[in-house]
């Protein structure tokens, strides 16, 4: 039995009958997904980490949480925040933790690969609103 291959991951060059179809390098999908600069979608990095294992969340639901996580991580690290928002933010972040820790090694991973993928990309304005970003 054949696996599919997932679209996003599948790199097109050529065209007419030249076209040649190769899977992106990278040994992991991670790697695989930097290499393409995270696809043509904001929301493709956490569309292709979603795993059936996610027992508790749909694609839909895991997309949603994996950009708010990356979003209140990167608020953090900005250096005019204040304290009632860093606890606040500290807290929300816990508490996906504690109900999705079933899921954080998916959602952690899809974070670590948007946040790589980010300083190419925030000049994109899909991009930018996406993750609030400041230029």
Known sequence: MKTARIP????????????????VQGSTVYEKLKNIGGGESVR????????PLCKNLNQG??????MEYTRLNLRLGRPDIKE????AINDRIYTIQESYSNELPFIEGAQMTYLEVLE????????REAFQLVI
């Open 8 to 23: 996003s991951l599948i790199h097109v060059s050529g065209s007419g009958k030249k076209q040649v179809k190769k899977i």
């Open 61 to 66: 639901q895991f997309v949603t949480l994996v």
């Open 120 to 127: 190419d990309r925030r000049s994109e304005l899909s991009w």
């Open 84 to 87: 009632g928002e860093r606890n």
């Open 44 to 51: 493709t990095i956490a569309k292709v980490v979603y795993s």
